[in-house]
Nanobody, 116 residues
Framework: QVQLVESGGGLVQSGGSLRLSCAASGSIFGIYNMAWYRQALGKQRELVAVIRSSRTTYYADSVKDRFTISRDNAKNTVSLQMNSLKPEDTAVYFC??????????WGQGTQVTVSS
């Protein structure tokens, strides 16, 4: 099973930018669909963005045109570039790896706090 470790969270002012990274173990990273989820305090975890093994992408409406997901299969990493951050983007962000025939993996999460 792939293991995931996120980094890059922190505190930023409204309108600022952050880049989250997720490092994956294992040599078959490229077959996984990778995603970022987030969970704000007291709310359910929600899907933010997906980049499939085919490199097609999906974004939640709330982050479209502000966030960009990318992957580097040679380095076993997936990133989330977050621009024009808003206070409502404050949450713990989780990296996710999923594949139809393999167990889903989650990272431990990284806190993103956007101050107004």
């Amino acid at each position: 099973q792939v293991q995931l470790v996120e980094s890059g969270g922190g505190l930023v002012q409204s309108g600022g930018s952050l880049r989250l990274s997720c490092a994956a173990s294992g040599s078959i990273f490229g077959i996984y669909n990778m995603a970022w989820y987030r969970q704000a305090l007291g709310k359910q975890r929600e899907l933010v963005a997906v980049i499939r093994s085919s490199r097609t992408t999906y974004y939640a409406d709330s982050v479209k045109d502000r966030f960009t997901i990318s992957r580097d299969n040679a380095k076993n990493t997936v990133s989330l570039q977050m621009n024009s951050l808003k206070p409502e983007d404050t949450a713990v962000y989780f990296c996710n790896a999923n594949h139809p025939t393999r167990a889903t993996a989650w990272g431990q999460g990284t806190q993103v706090t956007v101050s107004s």
